[in-house]
């Protein structure tokens, strides 16, 4: 923890919040780097494309076109992952971004399986 994040923390627990907050800066850890069960976790719970929240969504929140969309749907049992694998290769594919973009669609399922990959910048303060 560096000396603002120390002094950020010490501030909150002067007002006894209790938070978990997640820092931009200190969640780079890319999504090409985590587990191949992540995918496959993600994909359990976002094929179903006919579901609000679906992969589809998170394709759009993630920057995909309608022809993207339809290349993925080529493999309609993995389409989340393939979609993961592409994006996973974009130089900014951050676990922290994905998880924006999971809660964006109002899929706290999905962003559930991604929290314990990221690094709190305070726990219980």
Not at 17 to 42: C, G, H, I, P, T
Not at 91 to 105: E, H, P
Request: proline share 2%; charged share 20%; with cysteine.
């Amino acid at each position: 923890m560096n000396l603002t994040q120390f002094l950020f923390c010490n501030l909150l627990r002067e007002y006894f919040v209790f938070v978990f907050v997640f820092s931009l800066l200190d969640n780079q850890v890319m999504l090409r780097d985590v587990s191949a069960d992540l995918y496959e976790k993600l994909g359990f719970l976002l094929n179903p494309a006919s579901f609000r929240g679906s992969w589809i969504h998170l394709a759009g929140k993630l920057g995909y076109t309608n022809t993207h969309v339809a290349n993925f749907k080529l493999r309609p049992m993995h389409s989340t992952q393939v979609m993961l694998e592409d994006w996973a290769q974009r130089a900014d594919a951050t676990v922290f971004k994905l998880y924006q973009a999971v809660q964006a669609i109002g899929r706290e399922d999905a962003a559930r399986e991604l929290e314990s990959m990221l690094v709190p910048l305070c726990t219980t303060v």
